[in-house]
């Protein structure tokens, strides 16, 4: 059941009549109903993948928090026995038990995620060592339900069970209600990656009927759908078509593959994104963002702080911090200063928790060398122009150009070329073939197809083209125009013709434009598959 | 507080960090720069600053990072 099917508008349609008929005690529960239908449609067995994370998370979490609960409670009936050093010692040893505890726990959830995303890729890896050493028989590939969204709901879970270990959040007693915050709906196959302690306020909370914030979640889909029917859906097949075959698409077609493919999957996830948060927002469900208008950022590291939000906040949170701040790593730093001097002591956190952190995502996002080597690349460019910052300074203290437009819309085009290029590790088969696709864009010297007619024998027509540059342009001047605030609320500002113009136009936007019709089958979302 | 001044203006010699109160929120520290202050205060405090204490209350103003230091220290 995609966001983009009609099965799932008369879903979404029944459930809203739903929520806001029944008591709404009831709102809750009949959310996690509907999660599970929903996710049970795409494959019953997806179920029980998520009954396992939901059911093990909930376990350990309640063990810490038991735990934590009966150390404060002896901690404060013994007060006056105990010494100084007997307190710190038993506090020693009851986290020793939580750290069991949570190291069990994620053990489970990320080995349920590692087993079922990883196992062919390690084979497939193993074949080729074997072959390349001329031993044995190949070994066999084993067949898995890869859950769609397992990477989504795993991160959530291990997010709660840390907090709950931190003690930054509270275990929730009721099983039902865990199993709704892993499992709702909406976010459960794209994200955003929500954490417990603020997802929790709003997802439990009875939601009387607002006609006002129902009307802002529509709004918030429509321009999703719009993002995702009208542009991204519309560009696929051009890709397709691009990146199907590097040796016939070479050169300049390289680059426009490049630009499809950053400009699709910008206006897929985001779209998602939109729905999602519509969806959400339609229920008084407040959901995290994900994106603040990305390509309009002046570094690759502004970049990953705009694209992708909560993914990044999440490695930020539970891998980088706990990594670079460990008691190892600490040891490791103190050992690299003393042998190596000051100034690779202070790197050496930064630099391997970086390196860890990149390698985690580019893993995270498929069992491919291409991500692999994507997050690595993301990682060479950030160590790299952290090591040129005091060149970046001498430069600005030289040349007094940092708040001028022009260097501002230059960075802006430095970071989008980067970012775009980077992509294209997601387009091709394999990593050869990208470096090959990529390096062919300065060596084929085919520039006439932009003018010789050749960009109308990529599946597109002259009409498509122009409604893909009007869509685009017109994101181009949202993002911009939200630099002021919402642009929802500037148009609810309007009188009501005026408003009511817009969204209607918008929504025969959709319909007239939307890439569908008998015969088309909109695609899946990007980050399902991840 | 002299110390942890010095400490933030080697990280950033441009910043007046005696009046700065969203150092996290407005993007001044990023989380690189938070690791390296956390291995700097280490050094220089012998306090040990963990993932759960890296909230941006704790690091938005060097006043709120002196207090933690201060916390943690009594904690030890």
Redesign the interface.
């Known amino acids: 059941m995609l966001f983009t099917s009609y099965e799932f508008l008369g879903f979404l349609v029944v459930l809203f009549i739903l929520y806001y008929a029944l008591p709404s005690r009831a709102q809750w529960p009949l959310l996690l109903a509907a999660s599970y239908l929903f996710y049970g449609c795409a494959d019953p067995s997806y179920l029980l993948y998520i009954l396992a994370t939901t059911g093990t998370t909930y376990g350990a979490a309640r063990f810490i928090q038991k735990n934590a609960d009966r150390q404060r409670a002896y901690l404060k009936a013994h007060k006056q026995a105990l010494s100084r050093e007997e307190q710190q010692a038993y506090k020693a040893r009851q986290k020793a038990i939580r750290r069991r505890w949570l190291v069990g726990g994620l053990l489970i959830g990320l080995g349920n995620l590692a087993v079922v995303k990883y196992t062919n890729f390690v084979i497939s890896n193993l074949n080729g060592i074997l072959s390349a050493l001329g031993q044995g028989e190949p070994l066999s590939f084993v067949t898995l339900a890869m859950p769609m969204g397992i990477s989504f709901y795993t991160f959530q879970a291990v997010g709660y069970l840390v907090d709950v270990y ?3 959040v509270t275990a929730e007693k009721n099983p039902f209600r865990v199993a709704l915050f892993l499992a709702f709906f909406p976010q459960l196959v794209q994200g955003p990656i929500s954490r417990y302690g603020e997802l929790s306020q709003t997802l439990y909370a009875p939601h009387p009927f607002s006609a006002r914030r129902v009307a802002r979640g529509l709004q918030r889909m429509l321009w999703g759908y719009f993002k995702k029917l009208v542009i991204a859906d519309r560009l696929l097949p051009a890709i397709l078509v691009l990146t199907g075959d590097s040796a016939a698409y070479s050169g300049a077609y390289v680059l426009v593959g490049m630009f499809f493919y950053t400009v699709n999957l910008y206006a897929d996830f985001t779209g998602g994104i939109d729905i999602t948060i519509g969806i959400a927002e339609a229920m008084g469900i407040t959901l995290p963002e994900n994106f603040h208008r990305p390509y309009f950022s002046k570094s690759l ?2 970049y990953w ?1 705009r694209w992708h939000m909560t993914m990044s906040f999440w490695f ?2 539970y891998v ?3 990594v ?2 460990s008691s190892f790593m ?1 040891k490791l ?1 103190k050992f690299c200063r003393s042998r190596l001097g000051s100034q690779v002591g ?1 790197r050496v ?2 630099y391997l ?2 390196f860890l952190v990149w390698l985690a995502t580019g893993v995270w996002h498929g069992a491919s060398w291409n991500f692999i080597v994507w997050g690595l690349g993301n990682f060479a460019i950030l160590m790299i122009s ?1 090591e040129l910052e005091p060149l970046y300074a001498r430069f600005h203290r030289r040349f007094y150009v940092d708040g001028a437009l022009w260097y501002k819309v230059f960075q802006v085009g430095r970071t989008f070329l980067l970012v775009s290029a980077l992509k294209l590790f997601d387009c091709y088969a394999c990593v050869g073939e990208t470096f090959r696709a990529f390096g062919s864009i300065f060596t084929a010297g085919n520039w006439h197809i932009f003018w010789d007619g050749s960009l109308l024998g990529l599946g597109l027509t002259l009409t498509d083209y122009g409604v893909l540059a009007a869509s685009t342009l017109l994101v181009v001047c949202v993002s911009l125009a939200q630099r002021a605030g919402s642009v929802r609320d500037a148009i609810h500002s309007r009188p009501y013709p005026v408003r009511f113009a817009l969204w209607y136009a918008l929504f025969l936007a959709v319909l007239l434009m939307g890439a569908y019709g008998i015969g088309y089958d909109a695609s899946q979302f990007i980050y399902n598959r991840f | 507080m002299e110390e942890l001044l010095n400490i933030l203006s080697e990280l950033h010699p441009d910043v007046d960090f005696t009046c700065q109160e969203g150092l996290v929120d407005d ?1 001044i520290l ?3 720069d ?3 202050l ?2 700097a205060i ?1 050094d220089v405090y012998d306090v ?5 204490d ?1 909230v941006p209350e704790h690091f938005n103003s060097a006043a709120a990072l002196y207090r933690l230091i201060q916390r943690l220290a009594d904690e030890d």
């Not at chain 2, 040990?48 to 759960?52: K, L, V």
């Open positions: 931190r003690g930054t590291k502004e702080r930020r949170d980088f911090y706990p670079s701040t600490w730093t202070r956190p930064v928790s970086s952290e | 993007a990023d989380s690189m938070i690791v390296s956390i291995a280490k040990s600053i963990t993932a759960r890296i």
